[in-house]
């Protein structure tokens, strides 16, 4: 029997950042990988060897914004381990049916002035919008780059800079009155609030759904911010995809004595006298964990699934139903399609530039298709007659990632994970097949078509993941890759739920990490952060805990200019 200081289920980059943090502090980790390959939603692979042989794809995640605001690449100091990321100018690309097209840059200013040839007036207002936008973000990233229930951990992280943007955002009572109404309304409101231009309005709620909901959604406000993000921090990719972030991790893991295993399917956490004392893995092998273990999975599946049900009832007894019936998945979640293709594709209609295709290419042509797109597979209906659609050319900023003078197609289509009246049948019973997917996956491309009328002919291969696919491939229940909803009742201290919201677990020893928790889903190693610094507060004496608390009392006095 193997026994490590702490293992943690599943190596996705959240449990590779919480295992780098852990072992430059000393401790011993062990992560189990259930498939070949670790990363989790954050790997780049080479799925089409035999069609389209030297062709890398990101089979998930693609855009990094959010690790921008956190401490996690210079803490870590990826960039000695091979991580090099690759910033987009232009960010955003998205053409309109009547001929217009929204054209965002990294600079405030080239984008306004990109609107102001089609409305001088929302050129106007996107400038005051993005400020707002970045101020509030500035105001909030201290709480991200904290355990949402360590007061003392999140004053720490204000300098005087993020204090002022903080009040800046409150003001008064109104003024604040007036944040808090902001915040539980939705993007679609917003942007009706502040735009009168469909060209501009449709790409802007197209990016506030990307928190899984339609935009006319109460409570996803902060999807707002997602296209300020693109202008300040900026949006990057790692040079050779999303899988050299990973590659980084694992470099570093590896070099501080960490162990990796793949091909190791969890099948039970191991509880002994009300404490997480291992886990067992299909086959028998168990390992042992002297301090912890730590889950990457979803907290539902690790409870309803790993752990026994007496042994979460003597901790807690209501635990398990409120799991069960209290957590939200709206079932949707994507169809994946990735394409290679011998040639670029190309926007006559909009005075094409190939630098168009550097950020992302939206397909949003109106905030009523939009809202269509991410509010039919709730219902498990599948919003193919006219579709929507996140797509990426990675190729034009890291052409590594492709043969010479060939290209990658990344496309991201909102569907339901149970297909509305096909209930039991298709992969794990959601309806979904192979015909079924494939003719969802020619829509999609027809409807792209109609604005490069180049794509088709340049296709050499391609690979569809059906939702149901994606679901199984990653373990995320419901294919929900963000874990639960990105909506605000399931937010910040209360994600997943209040009590199980600050990464610690009822079982002693027994902690979480990754998209499910604090401060949720995308690519930004806060969640890994931010649990190990849990863990390691746990296993310090009380007085290096409130020697700490004074010392980060002290900072920010000073950062305040109160000493």
Known sequence: M???????????????????????????????????????????????????????????????????????????????????????DPVVFCPNPDGKYFLGHHSVEKTCAEIARFNQRDAQKYAEYIAFWQRLTNAITPMFNAPPKSIIDILGNYSLNKFQDLFGVLGGVDKTLDLIRTMITSPADILDEWFDSEFLKAPLARLASEFGSPPSQKTIAIGAMMMSMRHNPGMARPKGGTGALVTALLNLVKAKGGTVLTEQVVEKVLIDDGRAVGVRVEGGTEYRANHAVISNIDAKRLFLQLVDAPDIDSADPELRERLDRRIVNNNETILKIDCALSEAPRFERYNHQDDYLIGSVLIADSMRQVEIAHSEPSVGNI????????AVVPTMLDPSMAPDGKHTLWIEFFAPYQVAGAEGTGLNGTGWTDDLKNKVADRVIDKL?????????????????????????????????????????????????????????????????????????????MPGRNCARVFLASQKPLAQTFAKAGKSMKAM?????LV
């Not at 919003?383 to 996140?390: L, N």
């Not at 006095?557 to 200019?561: T, W």
């Open 2 to 88: 193997q026994t490590y200081d702490v293992v943690i289920i599943g190596a996705g980059h959240n449990g590779l950042v919480c295992a780098a943090y852990l072992l430059k502090a000393g401790y011993s980790v062990l992560l189990l990988e259930k498939r070949s390959v670790p990363g989790g939603a954050a790997t780049t692979e080479e799925c089409m060897p035999e069609e389209a042989p030297g062709f890398k794809f990101n089979l998930c995640a693609i855009d990094h914004e959010f690790i921008h605001l956190g401490p996690v690449v210079e803490e870590l100091e990826l960039g000695q381990y091979g991580l090099e990321y690759l910033y987009c």
């Open 383 to 390: 919003p193919d007659s006219d579709p929507s659609m996140y």
């Open 449 to 525: 078509a109609e604005y490069t009328p180049n794509l088709k002919q340049s296709i050499i291969a391609r690979r569809v993941e059906s939702p149901a696919e994606l679901g199984a491939r990653l373990g995320a229940y419901k294919g929900n890759y963000y874990h639960l909803d990105m909506t605000l009742d399931q937010m910040i201290f209360l994600r997943p739920l209040p009590e199980i919201a600050n990464y610690k677990t009822p079982i002693d020893g027994l902690l979480l990490t990754g998209a499910g928790t604090h401060p949720g889903g995308s690519i930004s190693g």
């Open 557 to 561: 006095a000073k950062s305040l200019g």
